[in-house]
C-alpha cells in the first residue's frame, strides 16, 4: 500500500513557542467573542471546577499537619489540586487567570480593549457563580462534618489566614500565583493530546499551592465557604472541634472582599504583564 501524499502526515512534536504564541494569540481573539450566554456558562463551569480542586486540597491536607512534614503536605495539596485546573482545560471552560493571556492578542491589534475587559467581566462573575454555587452545595452536604470536623476546621484555618493577608501581602501572592497559572495554560499550547496537557499543568499548580501563592477563584470558594462554617455549622460540629464561632472573628465577608481586590490585582499583573506581555514581546512584537 503507498501513501497518499495528499494525506496530511500528522505531526506529534509540541508546538514550538514561537507557534504557542501564535496560537495564544489566535485563542484569546476568540474567546473575546464568544456570546455572552456562552462566555457565562463556561465561567460557571470553570468556578466550579476550581472550587472541586480547592475541595480535593483540602481534604488531602487535613489532618496531615504533625503527621507528615510541611513539605510533602504541601506537594500532595498542590498535586490534587491540579485537577481543577485539568478540568478547565481538557473541558473548555473559561478561567479569568488563564484568561489574562488575551492580553496577547489586544497587543496585536487583533481585538479592542474593550472586547478583552468585557470578556474578563462575564468571567469573573461567572466563576464566582459557579464558585460561590459550588461552595453552598458542599456546605450543605455538611461535608465539613467529615473526620470528625477535622475538614470544616481545616477549611476555617484556611480561610481565616486568606483573609489576614495585608494588601500587598496578598497582591504580591496573587502576582506569584497567576505567573504559575498562566504558565500552566501557555505550557497547554504546545501540547498534541490531552495527556500533554495533563502533564504540563501538574508542575506549574503543584508549585504554586505548594509554596501557598493566591489564585482569586480559588479563594471564590475557599473564603465563602469558610465563613459559611462560621456562620451556619450545627452546634454539634463546635462541639466536635471544642471552638465558637469566636475564634474566627478575623473571617467576615469584608475581610474576604479585602483578600480578593488584591489578589485579583496581582493575578492580572502576573498572568497578563509578566506572561502574556512577555512572550508578546519576544516572539510577537516584531510581526
Request: glycine content about 14%.
Given at each position: 500500500m503507498t501513501d497518499d501524499p495528499a494525506r496530511p502526515v500528522p505531526v506529534i512534536d509540541a508546538l514550538l513557542p514561537r507557534q504557542m504564541a501564535e496560537k495564544a494569540e489566535q485563542v484569546g481573539a476568540e474567546k473575546t467573542r464568544l456570546d455572552t450566554a456562552s462566555l457565562l456558562a463556561l465561567a460557571v463551569l470553570a468556578g466550579s471546577f476550581i472550587a472541586f480542586g480547592s475541595l480535593f486540597s483540602i481534604i488531602v491536607s487535613t489532618g496531615a499537619e504533625g503527621v507528615l512534614p510541611y513539605g510533602v503536605t504541601r506537594l500532595l495539596s498542590g498535586l490534587v489540586f491540579s485537577v481543577g485546573?485539568?478540568?478547565?482545560?481538557?473541558?473548555?471552560?473559561?478561567?479569568?487567570?488563564?484568561?489574562?493571556?488575551?492580553?496577547?492578542?489586544?497587543?496585536?491589534?487583533?481585538?479592542?480593549?474593550?472586547?478583552?475587559?468585557?470578556?474578563?467581566?462575564?468571567?469573573?462573575?461567572?466563576?464566582?457563580?459557579?464558585?460561590?454555587?459550588t461552595a453552598l452545595l458542599v456546605f450543605l452536604s455538611e461535608q465539613y462534618g467529615h473526620g470528625g470536623g477535622a475538614v470544616g476546621l481545616a477549611a476555617l484555618s484556611v480561610a481565616q489566614t486568606k483573609a489576614n493577608l495585608g494588601f500587598i501581602h496578598a497582591l504580591i501572592h496573587g502576582v506569584l500565583g497567576n505567573v504559575l497559572v498562566c504558565l500552566a495554560v501557555w505550557l497547554c499550547y504546545g501540547a498534541r493530546s490531552t495527556t500533554d496537557k495533563i502533564v504540563a499543568i501538574v508542575p506549574p499548580i503543584s508549585l504554586f499551592v505548594a509554596a501557598g501563592f493566591e489564585h482569586s477563584v480559588a479563594n471564590m470558594y475557599l473564603l465563602p465557604y469558610g465563613l459559611m462554617i462560621k456562620n451556619w455549622a450545627t452546634d454539634s460540629f463546635w462541639i466536635m472541634i471544642g471552638?465558637?464561632?469566636?475564634?474566627?472573628?478575623?473571617?467576615?465577608?469584608?475581610?474576604?472582599?479585602?483578600?480578593?481586590?488584591?489578589?485579583?490585582?496581582?493575578?492580572?499583573?502576573?498572568?497578563?504583564?509578566l506572561v502574556g506581555a512577555v512572550y508578546w514581546f519576544v516572539y510577537l512584537r516584531k510581526r
Open positions: 485546573l485539568i478540568l478547565v482545560v481538557t473541558g473548555g471552560a473559561e478561567l479569568f487567570t488563564g484568561n489574562n493571556l488575551m492580553v496577547m492578542a489586544w497587543a496585536s491589534r487583533k481585538v479592542s480593549l474593550r472586547q478583552v475587559l468585557r470578556a474578563w467581566t462575564l468571567v469573573y462573575i461567572g466563576n464566582f457563580a459557579g464558585a460561590i454555587a471552638q465558637t464561632p469566636g475564634t474566627y472573628a478575623d473571617l467576615t465577608w469584608l475581610s474576604a472582599l479585602g483578600n480578593l481586590v488584591p489578589v485579583t490585582i496581582g493575578n492580572i499583573i502576573g498572568g497578563g504583564a
